[in-house]
Each structure stands twice: as C-alpha cells, then as structure tokens.
C-alpha cells in the first residue's frame, strides 16, 4: 500500500507531541542539559543517535545522566533514481538507554515501471531501535583512552513481503545487531567512532533479508569521523558496509560526506552527499541527504 508524505510528516508531528510529557519531566528535574552541542549526533537513517548512514554509541537526546532526552527527526534522501523518506523518534533514559521508532518510505519511481511494479510503487518499513551504553563516556573521559562503548539492535518489518519473496529474499523481518565504540578528542574538535553490525538485510531491509546467495548474518563494518568546526557546526565523512545476498542485484557498500549545524541544543540540519552504488537495476546512485531533528 503506498503511503504519502505527508502521512509521514503527520506521524512525525504526533510522536513529536508525545514527547512533551518527557520534556516537562526534563525540564521539572536537573535542569537543563550539560552535554555540548553535536555531541548527541543526530538521527540516523533507521532511527537512532549517530552519524546519517551509521549509529554511534552515544545515547540520544540532550538529558545527562539524571535527565531523560529525546527528539524527533525527518530525512529525505534523494537519488538518481529514488527517493527516501525517513522519519521517527527516540528517548535516551539518563545517558544510559536509548529506545527508537521509525517508519521508512522508499520510492522506486520510473525503476518501479520498469520493473512491472507501476511508476512510484513504494516499499515501507518499521524500524524500532534499542541501544544499551555498556562503559565509557564519549566526551567526559578525556583523560581515558578507551571510549564509548554500546550494543545496540534494530528489529526491522517490511510491508512488501510477496514482492521480497519474488526477488529471492528469505525474510520479510529481521534483526540486526550491533556494538559501536566512539570517542571525542576535545583537544582535537575530533570525533570518530566504529560500528560493527551482524546483519541478513538487503539495502537497510528495503529489498528483504537473505537471499539466494547468501542468507546466513554478516559482520560489517560501519565508521563515521567528524571535525567540530565550532560548537555550533560539524563536517565529516562516512562509511557503511553491506552484505552482498541477493542475485538479482549486486550491492555496494555506502558512503557520505556531511556537514551539520545545531544553532541551539533543540534543533539540528544535516545535509549530505551520499553515495549508495546499485540499486536494483540501476547503478551509481548518488545523491543529496537532508535530515531535520528537534529535541531536548
């Protein structure tokens, strides 16, 4: 079943406004909060704390360790050939747990009728995220070498689950499962952190998980780095390995370039250049990611 934008951008809106309770409880405790801007990442594609393409092992939000943060993000990604809409929330409970939801829209376009699907035909999916930190602080332990450590899951349903079948997916849900180390070196305005992720998932889970060559998890590896050029704006890179599964359709692995500006600690732009390789029948699909977060 196709599903609108603005259907998306109204979902947003409402699990925005679900999360005022949690603000007044924030605002009603400890006061406001003591992390520095960037440093709680943004929303990741699927939803939770990180870089754009990767998570992070920081937890989401703007609550410290006796605060409860959350916030609310919408991405579109739009490439030679398609186009992804993204959107969803998550709370971060005092710096330790992290909970998120999102819901993915992925248009296929003129590949849609090339395909015999019809011009436009879509693929959803649900994506909810869980992230645990286990030792560390990214920011605080500037005197430790060892960083951040997390583990983290995001449990994903696709909608199209007759047409994952055709194209020789195994599954139409999964899990994947990750642990991400990350560390800020103040002295340096430097961020970098590493990602790596077990999963079956072809392109995210938007064409399925497994497939007729593979079907069993992968480990793959995920990195971001980010230069702080001020408390106020970042510019940094990425990488996001994928697992190659299906033979209809060779998969690369993905990359992007960013640069994001938080003018207050409640709003945050991120723009990209990112580049996904083939999709399907079609190659080299590169493009231009946008993503706007709200929170506390």
């Excluded at 909970?99 to 849609?112: E, M, N």
């Excluded at 991120?270 to 399907?280: C, E, F, K, M, W």
Aim: a neutral charge; aromatic letters at 10%.
């Amino acid at each position: 079943m196709t599903r609108p934008i603005p259907l998306l951008a109204s979902a947003c809106l409402v699990l925005a406004a679900s999360l005022a309770p949690f603000a007044a409880q924030a605002r009603s405790g400890a006061g406001s909060s003591g992390k520095l801007l960037l440093t709680g990442g943004v929303s990741q594609v699927e939803g939770a704390a990180g870089g754009g393409l990767t998570p992070w092992a920081i937890i989401g939000g703007q609550g410290t360790r006796d605060q409860i943060g959350a916030s609310a993000y919408y991405t579109r990604v739009e490439l030679d050939d398609y186009r992804l809409d993204s959107a969803g929330v998550l709370i971060g409970f005092h710096d330790r747990l992290e909970l998120s939801l999102s819901r993915q829209r992925f248009d296929t376009r003129d590949v849609g009728a090339a395909l015999g699907l019809g011009r436009g035909f879509t693929i959803g999916q649900d994506v909810f995220g869980m992230k645990l930190r286990l030792f560390g602080d990214a920011v605080l332990d500037q005197d430790r070498w060892w960083p951040q450590v997390a583990i983290g899951l995001q449990g994903k349903r696709n909608d199209q689950p007759g047409l994952l079948a055709a194209i020789g997916a195994r599954r139409d849900r999964d899990t994947d499962f990750y642990v991400s180390a990350t560390k800020l070196y103040l002295d340096r305005s430097l961020l970098l952190s590493g990602t790596v992720r077990f999963t079956r998932a072809n392109q995210f889970g938007l064409l399925g998980f497994g497939g007729d060559r593979r079907d069993g998890y992968r480990p793959q590896f995920e990195g971001s780095a980010a230069l702080l050029l001020n408390r106020h704006l970042a510019v940094g890179v990425e990488y996001r390995g994928k697992p190659d599964n299906l033979g209809i359709a060779r998969e690369d692995n993905a990359f992007d370039a960013f640069i994001a500006w938080a003018p207050s600690s409640h709003l945050s732009l991120t723009l990209a250049y990112v580049d996904l390789g083939n999709i399907v029948i079609a190659d080299d699909q590169r493009g231009l990611y946008a993503s706007l977060q709200v929170g506390f």
